[in-house]
């Protein structure tokens, strides 16, 4: 009997005519539609098959993301319009490319309420508003503002007493400071606090923890709209809708589908309305060894579980004790396997009963509503769901493959204490019943894992900080090439067309500063010793801080030997990431209690680094160490370029790039230097500051895919392995087509420093029969290569028969 994975691997792949992508950051003051029309060309000759846009509707005034969507309804004019989407997409379509488009379901962008005239309308009419119930609002008596939509815009007690009624337009407005709200028809005629009292909404401190409409996590300025309502989906759809009906798309990538009500409907509502052949990407973060669900209509994620592949086979593993130690000493924790799991339980919990408390609130009510525990202590049931989401592994658990995860934590929390059983009596009931309130749970659960571990545990560790990404485990310490290729061969097998990525404009820090980091673990030892060196000579505020810096310092270190002060922006950039570091941690200062004399010791100690010794014994090490670094570099974007799925190139990363996390790494892309850059490479680049060597690989990778596309989207995976002295330093597979022998081999260098002056010594690998060409270098092998012929000219090599 045929495997149904064969059937399914030599069935015709879906979104196979997408053989790249590039990701480009569209915003009004450096990047429109007609700015990447200009760029196209470029795009063209290095090899990228499809642009992938950045959310493209209508946004807020001056947004710099796109994800503020304020209509709905409209293509952006600030982008260019739709003559301008229409415009690029001839553009590319004339150039055999193609378009792929950031879709946000969730949420829209109600900052300021003039510019979302939905909003508007309900703050205006309330319930009675046509648009009511697009919102997911709770209008009860008790959500904590009286019945009324609760909007947390004050900064303080007394921001109240600045209200005034602006009457300098066509209609009176209420006036806060720049923010403008409406006045419900008959409610004027009196002082600005009695017409706001006479509202359909009310004015609350931000910090109140009052909030009555759900959000995107906690941000307050996004509020979500329910796409589980039909007339809701129809109308916020129109606009993809006729862009598949002019075919100017060939796929969707879904913003945070873990927020919706229920992301399998939508998704399948998403698939018919787009039809069977456009590639159909979420933005769906796995957690460690939790699988993708096979029934969602999706083509695959947008790419975080390969990032934590790719990057985690070139970890060294013998690091590990030394770095934990380190940051024992430190930061008085070592960021191991223990602590990750402690610190996330409790980090949770205070996310819960903090930033997340209204959500909550609403959710344990809809939990004694649907338990039928009318009677029941609030307090308890609150007590015993924030408990349970807080072990919650995964972001959410309402997908096929998660059955009975939920049973086994409350099992073990019950376990834990014997005094939450009755409470959770409760939330089993009320789960089992199947509506509103299994629906928040699983919303609710999302946030909290979003807020608590990207946000702000994988500020907090700090034992190797490259390891702490979107979609990572940093707990674990590195994968081996088993680990790595098996996870590639289940991707070719079940999810040949899913995006693959390395950076994004949501990554904690750019590609080549993360490869960078990684290589602090192969030399664990000496960086430990300058790191207690650097301390005695440059004493920090606080430790945990301090080595957190120091590692991402390292990282966006000018590599040419120049010091820090020299390069224009980096000390302002390395401030203002220190900044939202200290903040986002949460431990010593906080985006909602800001600790300015703990913050300026901080940027002082920032500044006595970058103009001291410390400075200079980073710089050095920075210099000593980029071989290594930009051989990391080289194989990860290697490693995911001929990988299985589709692999995205983030704007500006086909050149060495320092980015660190948003809006850092929005910055806008200097094209005309990447354009001249593509047309001067005549010959194998040297690897140095440049980045030439990078671009050389990506282009060379890019057309192979385009010469022979029936290797990789829907191609067959095959494991190498070197034989010799040095034979784990090599990762190395063979792609070609469906059911037949590698045409292709991807050979990399990992765990290069431990190759010293001896090199590569005997270590071979034997190539498939035939006789095979290194685009990357023009050089020809058959038979055992030799490695130290194999990357004579640079780290990595692309194989051709």
């Given at each position: 009997?045929?495997d149904?994975l ?7 792949v879906?979104g196979?005519n997408v ?7 569209l ?12 760029i196209?060309?470029y795009?063209q000759?290095?090899?990228?098959s499809h ?8 946004a ?6 796109g ?5 709905p309804?409209?293509v952006?004019?600030?982008l ?6 229409k ?5 590319v379509?004339?150039?055999g490319?193609g378009l792929i488009?950031?879709w946000v ?7 300021d309420p003039?510019?979302n005239?939905?909003?508007w309308?309900?703050?205006r ?11 997911d609002i709770?209008?009860s ?7 009324r ?6 900064a303080?007690e007394?921001?109240p007493?600045?209200?005034?009624v602006?009457?300098s337009?066509?209609e009176?407005?209420?006036?806060l400071?720049?923010l403008r709200f ?9 002082n600005?606090?009695?017409?706001h009292?006479?509202q359909?909404?009310?004015?609350v401190s ?5 909030c ?5 996590f906690a941000?307050?300025?996004?509020a979500?709209?329910?796409?589980e309502?039909p ?5 916020t759809?129109?606009?993809l809708a006729a862009?598949c009906e002019?075919d100017l798309?060939?796929?969707v ?6 927020g919706l009500a ?5 998704l399948t509502?998403l698939?018919r309305l787009?039809?069977?052949?456009r590639?159909?990407?979420i933005e769906?973060?796995?957690?460690h060894?939790?699988?993708l669900?096979a029934?969602?209509p ?6 975080y579980?390969a990032?934590a592949?790719?990057g985690?086979?070139?970890i060294d ?5 030394t770095?934990t130690e380190?940051s024992?000493h430190?930061?008085n924790?070592?960021?191991d396997?223990a ?7 409790r980090i949770k919990?205070a996310?819960a009963e903090?930033?997340?408390a ?5 959710l ?7 338990g ?5 202590d609030?307090?308890?049931?609150s ?12 972001y ?5 493959p998660?059955?009975?995860v939920?049973?086994?934590?409350v099992g073990?929390?019950e376990r834990r204490?014997?005094e939450?059983?009755a409470?959770?009596s409760?939330l089993?009931t009320a789960?089992?019943a199947?509506?509103e ?8 659960c999302g946030a909290?894992?979003a807020?608590?571990?990207?946000d702000?545990?994988f ?5 190797l900080?490259?390891l702490?990404e979107?979609g990572g485990n940093p707990?674990?310490f590195?994968?081996?090439?088993n680990?790595f290729?098996l ?5 070719a097998?079940?999810w040949?067309?899913t995006?693959t ?7 904690k820090?750019?590609?080549?500063v993360?490869?960078?980091i990684?290589v ?6 000496k960086w430990s010793?300058?790191?207690r ?11 945990a ?6 590692q991402?310092m ?7 030997g120049?010091?820090a002060?020299?390069?224009p922006?980096l000390?302002?950039r390395l ?5 939202k570091s200290?903040?986002e941690?949460g431990?010593k200062s906080s985006w909602?209690e800001p600790?300015?004399?703990f913050e ?9 680094v970058?103009?001291g ?8 090490l920075?210099y000593e ?10 194989a990860q ?5 001929c990988?299985?799925g589709?692999p ?5 990363t086909?050149l ?6 948003d809006?850092d ?5 200097n094209?005309?230097?990447r354009?001249?850059k593509?047309?001067s490479l005549?010959d194998?680049p040297?690897l140095?500051?440049t ?6 690989v990506v282009?060379?990778?890019?057309w ?8 990789f989207?829907?191609?067959?995976y095959s ?5 010799g002295?040095h ?11 469906a059911g037949?022998?590698p045409?292709?081999i991807?050979a990399?260098?990992?765990h290069?420093?431990?190759?010293g002056?001896?090199g590569?010594l005997?270590t071979t690998?034997?190539?498939p029969?035939g006789?095979?060409t290194?685009?990357l270098t023009g050089?020809v092998f ?5 490695m130290?012929?194999l ?10 028969r």
């Amino acid at each position: 009997m045929t495997d149904p994975l064969t059937l399914l691997h030599r069935a015709p792949v879906r979104g196979s005519n997408v053989r790249s992508t590039y990701r480009l950051q569209l915003r009004p003051d450096a990047l429109t539609f007609n700015d990447a029309r200009v760029i196209a060309e470029y795009l063209q000759q290095l090899g990228v098959s499809h642009l992938y846009l950045s959310p493209v509707l209508t946004a807020a005034r001056g947004s710099t993301h796109g994800y503020d969507i304020t209509d709905p309804t409209t293509v952006s004019l600030a982008l260019g319009g739709p003559t301008g989407l229409k415009a690029l997409s001839d553009e590319v379509r004339s150039r055999g490319m193609g378009l792929i488009i950031d879709w946000v379901p969730n949420h829209v962008g109600v900052a300021d309420p003039r510019q979302n005239a939905w909003w508007w309308d309900v703050l205006r009419h309330g319930r009675e508003s046509k648009y009511a119930k697009y919102f997911d609002i709770d209008w009860s008596p008790g959500n904590g503002a009286g019945g009324r939509l609760a909007l947390p815009v004050l900064a303080n007690e007394n921001d109240p007493a600045a209200l005034t009624v602006d009457r300098s337009g066509p209609e009176p407005m209420l006036a806060l400071h720049d923010l403008r709200f409406p006045i419900a028809p008959g409610t004027d005629g009196d002082n600005a606090l009695r017409i706001h009292d006479r509202q359909h909404y009310r004015l609350v401190s931000w910090k109140a923890g009052v909030c009555t409409y759900r959000r995107f996590f906690a941000v307050s300025s996004l509020a979500a709209i329910r796409q589980e309502d039909p007339e809701v989906f129809e109308v916020t759809h129109r606009e993809l809708a006729a862009w598949c009906e002019h075919d100017l798309i060939d796929g969707v990538r879904v913003d945070h589908p873990d927020g919706l009500a229920h992301p399998s409907t939508y998704l399948t509502r998403l698939r018919r309305l787009i039809g069977p052949n456009r590639l159909l990407l979420i933005e769906k973060i796995l957690a460690h060894r939790e699988p993708l669900d096979a029934t969602l209509p999706v083509d695959g994620t947008t790419g975080y579980e390969a990032l934590a592949d790719i990057g985690g086979v070139l970890i060294d593993p013998t690091g590990e004790t030394t770095l934990t130690e380190l940051s024992q000493h430190v930061a008085n924790h070592g960021s191991d396997r223990a602590w990750f799991g402690e610190t996330e339980h409790r980090i949770k919990r205070a996310v819960a009963e903090t930033i997340l408390a209204p959500e909550i609130r609403r959710l344990v009510a809809a939990i004694k509503r649907d338990g039928n525990a009318g009677s029941f202590d609030t307090l308890a049931i609150s007590n015993a769901t924030i408990e349970v989401l807080a072990f919650m592994p995964v972001y959410r658990v309402d997908y096929a493959p998660l059955a009975g995860v939920t049973a086994a934590i409350v099992g073990e929390v019950e376990r834990r204490n014997a005094e939450l059983t009755a409470p959770l009596s409760v939330l089993v009931t009320a789960l089992a019943a199947g509506g509103e309130a299994a629906m928040r749970f699983s919303q609710v659960c999302g946030a909290i894992t979003a807020k608590s571990v990207e946000d702000t545990m994988f500020y907090q560790g700090a034992r190797l900080v490259s390891l702490q990404e979107v979609g990572g485990n940093p707990a674990r310490f590195g994968h081996s090439p088993n680990d790595f290729h098996l996870a590639n061969s289940e991707r070719a097998h079940r999810w040949p067309a899913t995006m693959t990525t390395i950076s994004t404009h949501d990554t904690k820090r750019g590609e080549d500063v993360r490869a960078r980091i990684g290589v602090l673990s192969q030399v664990a030892d000496k960086w430990s010793a300058q790191v207690r060196t650097w301390l005695e000579l440059t004493p920090a505020p606080d430790g945990a801080t301090a080595l957190f810096l120091l590692q991402n310092m390292f990282g966006v270190w000018p590599a040419d030997g120049h010091p820090a002060s020299s390069v224009p922006g980096l000390r302002d950039r390395l401030h203002r990431f220190a900044e939202k570091s200290m903040r986002e941690a949460g431990t010593k200062s906080s985006w909602e209690e800001p600790d300015a004399q703990f913050e300026a010791a901080v940027h002082g100690w920032l500044d006595a680094v970058i103009d001291g010794p410390v400075g200079t014994g980073i710089g050095d090490l920075v210099y000593e160490l980029a071989p290594h670094a930009w051989s990391d570099s080289l194989a990860q974007k290697l490693l995911q370029l001929c990988a299985p799925g589709i692999p995205d190139i983030y704007q500006g990363t086909e050149l060495w790039e320092d980015s660190l996390v948003d809006p850092d790494n929005r910055r806008p892309v200097n094209f005309a230097h990447r354009i001249s850059k593509l047309q001067s490479l005549a010959d194998t680049p040297a690897l140095d500051n440049t980045g030439a060597a990078k671009m050389w690989v990506v282009a060379y990778a890019l057309w192979l895919r385009r010469e022979r596309p029936e290797c990789f989207v829907g191609g067959n995976y095959s494991p190498l392995y070197a034989v010799g002295e040095h034979a784990h330093r090599v990762v190395a597979y063979g792609r070609g087509p469906a059911g037949e022998s590698p045409e292709v081999i991807v050979a990399v260098t990992r765990h290069s420093v431990g190759l010293g002056a001896n090199g590569w010594l005997d270590t071979t690998l034997s190539l498939p029969e035939g006789t095979w060409t290194d685009r990357l270098t023009g050089n020809v092998f058959a038979g055992a290569a030799r490695m130290d012929k194999l990357f004579t000219r640079l780290p990595v090599a692309l194989l051709v028969r």
